[in-house]
């Protein structure tokens, strides 16, 4: 009877500090989509501005490549 009880604690110990485990290794990630969706988001709404606003079409008038201006570093 004894040995069932330490084998119930023993797997109830064994699987929180998987869930533990878990948990700490998809945060980072989860963070990371989030930022990447952030970003992009925000990239997106730049260009719709500068369509909405005339901008995008000034530069394509200066001879600038506008995705290199506003997408690409």
Do not use: C, H, K, N
Not at 35 to 43: E, F, P, Q, S
């Amino acid at each position: 009877m004894a040995e069932r009880v330490i084998v119930s604690m023993l797997a109830d110990t064994i699987g929180r500090i998987v869930v533990a485990a878990g948990v700490r290794e998809i945060a980072p990630a989860l963070t990371a989509l989030i930022v990447a969706g952030r970003t992009g988001t925000a990239i997106a709404a730049e260009l719709a501005s500068a369509r909405a606003l005339g901008e995008a079409d000034a530069l394509d008038a200066l001879g600038v490549d506008i995705l290199q201006y506003y997408v690409l570093p």
